[in-house]
Each structure stands twice: as structure tokens, then as C-alpha cells.
């Protein structure tokens, strides 16, 4: 005959967290730079070089604030397809990684629509 035991843990709390995107704030070649990462890691889009940390803080800001269907431009350019992020002053606020189809690209651009306005920042300087 065999007999099973079956133990049972004390309830332990379960971490509730949800992966979330997020702006990562880096230094390279004397300048400063976002990538916004989706919840699944992947770089959804890029700032421009900025000169100080709080520039490139504000340009982040930028994108939340500018997070509206009007505000990309997509383009077909060398086989590939991609986005640009615009202000309201018509300045590039952030470009999109490249993608193999329109399809892609325009998820790309829903996604950050989606997660950019929530998006938290980790600092890596």
C-alpha cells in the first residue's frame, strides 16, 4: 500500500506586480538618451542625444503629453518601415525601432500609445 502525504504551506503572500513599459534613462557618449521598453522588454522607441539628464526627463515628458494618433509619422524608407514621434511644435520627440512590415509598425505605434502615458522611468545613469 502506499500512502501520499500532502502538505500544505502557511499562505504566503504572492507578489501582485504587472511588468509594465517603461522609460530607461541612460548616459552614452556624453549625452543622455531614453528607450522606452514595452512590458515585454522589447525598445518600442528612442529619444535624440540631450545635453543634460533633466532634458532628456522632460523629453520623456514630452511623450506622455504627446501620446495622441496625430502625433506620428510613418514612413517606408530603405525596406523598412518606422515612425516618428512629433510634439505639437513639430520637433521629433522619438523614433521607432525598425520593422519588417506596416502591420508591425503600426502596432508598434498603438503600443505606445497604450503604455507610454503610464510608463514609469528607471534612471541607469
Known amino acids: 500500500m502506499v500512502v501520499f502525504y500532502y502538505l500544505t504551506w502557511p499562505d504566503i503572500p504572492t507578489p501582485s506586480f504587472q511588468l509594465r513599459a517603461s522609460f530607461k534613462i541612460f548616459p552614452s557618449s556624453g549625452q543622455f538618451w531614453y528607450r522606452l521598453r514595452a512590458d515585454n522588454g522589447e525598445i518600442i522607441q528612442s529619444s535624440e542625444g540631450y545635453t543634460t539628464k533633466a532634458s ?70
Open 56 to 125: 532628456c526627463e522632460n523629453g520623456s515628458r514630452s511623450v506622455r503629453v504627446n501620446c495622441q494618433p496625430g502625433r506620428f509619422e510613418s514612413f517606408f524608407m530603405a525596406g523598412q518601415y518606422g515612425f516618428n514621434h512629433v510634439a505639437a511644435n513639430g520637433e521629433i520627440i522619438g523614433r521607432s525601432e525598425k520593422y519588417t512590415t506596416a502591420q508591425a509598425r503600426d502596432h508598434g505605434i498603438q503600443v505606445v500609445l497604450r503604455e507610454a502615458p503610464e510608463a514609469g522611468v528607471q534612471d541607469l545613469t
